[in-house]
T-cell receptor, first 113, second 110 residues
Framework: DVKVTQSSRYLVKRTGEKVFLECVQDMDHENMFWYRQDPGLGLRLIYFSYDVKMKEKGDIPEGYSVSREKKERFSLILESASTNQTSMYLC????????????FGNGTRLTVT | QKEVEQNSGPLSVPEGAIASLNCTYSDRGSQSFFWYRQYSGKSPELIMFIYSNGDKEDGRFTAQLNKASQYVSLLIRDSQPSDSATYLCAGSTGANNLFFGTGTRLTVIP
């Protein structure tokens, strides 16, 4: 079974802090993704990566950056956390074949106060 | 604009009934479709995928795809209280990303 592990289940940060969310997958998947999920808005793509050191902006990249130095690890960075970034953050991975399903981590519920 | 639309519900069915969840998509280039189940406070888990027109069955679940009508559905037979969750429909155009609907909340009443 694919395992996608997010480092924190719950996180509370203060406005203006720099926040790192870490994600690791163990299936040698090429693609990795960061989504946020908010009530009524569904899953929105922040960034994705199809290879080491490669990244693509998703639908809502503003206020976020990402890093992928190793194939198995994809980090989401909130440069200066704001209250409107309070959300559930979901990491996912998929194989390189087009149209493959995504496998999700358990999610990180981030609260910015 | 790639969009997937779902009836947000909530949808309530009695235990043992058939639950029917529907999804439409706007991009005719969409090739693959996925149904995810998400329990409250948990992450989405893949339950079915379908690539070809017609029906695909897996246990109590049947996915249906009609590319001409740009319509995807999920039928859950003999619904159980444990099926109560939000169901997300997602499509892919063959690129690496999936496009998700906002989900339909299903409640199965014992």
């Amino acid at each position: 079974d694919v395992k996608v592990t997010q480092s924190s289940r719950y996180l509370v940060k203060r406005t203006g802090e720099k926040v790192f969310l870490e994600c690791v997958q163990d299936m040698d998947h090429e693609n990795m993704f960061w989504y946020r999920q908010d009530p009524g808005l569904g899953l929105r793509l922040i960034y994705f990566s199809y290879d080491v050191k490669m990244k693509e902006k998703g639908d809502i990249p503003e206020g976020y950056s990402v890093s992928r130095e190793k194939k198995e690890r994809f980090s989401l960075i909130l440069e200066s956390a704001s209250t409107n970034q309070t959300s559930m953050y979901l990491c996912a991975s998929s194989p390189g074949q087009a149209g493959s399903p995504l496998h999700f981590g358990n999610g990180t519920r981030l609260t910015v106060t | 604009q790639k969009e997937v639309e779902q009836n947000s519900g909530p949808l309530s069915v009695p235990e043992g009934a058939i639950a029917s969840l529907n999804c439409t998509y706007s991009d005719r280039g969409s090739q693959s479709f996925f149904w995810y189940r998400q329990y409250s406070g948990k992450s989405p888990e893949l339950i079915m995928f379908i690539y070809s027109n017609g029906d695909k069955e897996d246990g109590r679940f049947t996915a249906q795809l009609n590319k001409a009508s740009q319509y995807v559905s999920l039928l859950i037979r003999d619904s159980q209280p444990s099926d109560s969750a939000t169901y997300l429909c997602a499509g892919s155009t063959g690129a690496n990303n999936l496009f998700f609907g906002t989900g339909t909340r299903l409640t199965v009443i014992p």
